[in-house]
């Protein structure tokens, strides 16, 4: 059964920072890419980041390129996405995703970016 749980999320200060975690289990991890995705209230889920299944390759949404950074460790089944410079519009549920004849879905965590 495949389980993707993420965790890390919280309120933070603009210009803060915040890491995201996922743990995947009950797939073949390290042969997946792996995405995060975040969904703010009233808008539609949008990718932020995916990265390779051995991580050499990453992708960003032009929103976060040089403010965040996607990784992971495939000895854990782990996948990070640390946040940094946060701004009031990254406020959103983050989800970690990955896709193999469908999407699979965490149940997401909140990151709020107030003052």
């Known amino acids: 059964q495949v389980q993707l749980v993420e965790s890390g999320g919280g309120l933070v200060q603009p210009g803060g920072s915040l890491r995201l975690s996922c743990l995947a289990s009950g797939f073949a991890f390290s042969y997946n890419v792996m995405s995060w995705y975040r969904q703010a209230q009233g808008k539609e889920r949008e990718l932020v980041a995916n990265?390779?299944?051995?991580?050499?390759?990453?992708h960003y949404a032009d929103s976060v390129k040089d403010r965040f950074t996607i990784s992971r460790d495939n000895a854990k089944n782990m996948v990070y996405l640390q946040m940094n410079s946060l701004k009031p519009e990254d406020t959103a549920v983050y989800y970690c995703n990955f896709y193999r004849n469908m999407d699979y879905w965490g149940r997401g965590t909140l990151v709020t970016v107030s003052s």
């Open positions: 990265i390779s299944s051995v991580g050499t390759n990453t």
